[in-house]
Nanobody, 123 residues
Framework: VQLQASGGGLVQAGDSLRLSCTAS????????MGWFRQTPGKEREFVAA????????RYAESVEGRFTISRGYAQNTMSLQMNSLKPEDTAVYYC?????????????????WGQGTLVTVSS
C-alpha cells in the first residue's frame, strides 16, 4: 500500500474532523497531493490539492473557507482539516499523489490513490 488515509468518522453538522494521509516516501515526496471524495452513484470529485512544497493550495468552491489542506514536515504526509461540516460533505474521502509536482484538480492527474476513509455528517 502506497497511500494510507485515516481520520474519517461520524460527526454532527457544524463539527470538525481532520483527515490524514501517509504516503511511502518514494511515492509522494516530490509530488503534488490532493483529496477527492465520492458518494454512491456519483463520480469522484475534487476537494483540495497542495503542491510538493506545501506552499500552493487549491480548493473546490464548495469547501473553500471551511477546509484546509496541508503537508507535514516529512513531506510524505498530508492532512485535511474540515471545519463547519455539512451533511452534503458526507462521502468517502480519498487521498492521492499526482504525477507532477504542482497542484492538480483532475483525477486524471493522479496516479496513486489511497483506500478511502468514510466521513458521515448528520444533520
Amino acid at each position: 500500500v502506497q497511500l494510507q488515509a485515516s481520520g474519517g468518522g461520524l460527526v454532527q453538522a457544524g463539527d470538525s474532523l481532520r483527515l490524514s494521509c501517509t504516503a511511502s516516501r518514494r511515492t509522494a515526496t516530490n509530488n503534488g497531493m490532493g483529496w477527492f471524495r465520492q458518494t454512491p452513484g456519483k463520480e469522484r470529485e475534487f476537494v483540495a490539492a497542495v503542491d510538493w512544497r506545501g506552499g500552493t493550495t487549491r480548493y473546490a468552491e464548495s469547501v473553500e473557507g471551511r477546509f484546509t489542506i496541508s503537508r507535514g514536515y516529512a513531506q510524505n504526509t498530508m492532512s485535511l482539516q474540515m471545519n463547519s461540516l455539512k451533511p452534503e460533505d458526507t462521502a468517502v474521502y480519498y487521498c492521492a499523489a499526482a504525477r507532477g509536482s504542482s497542484v492538480a484538480t483532475s483525477t486524471t492527474s493522479y496516479n496513486y490513490w489511497g483506500q478511502g476513509t468514510l466521513v458521515t455528517v448528520s444533520s
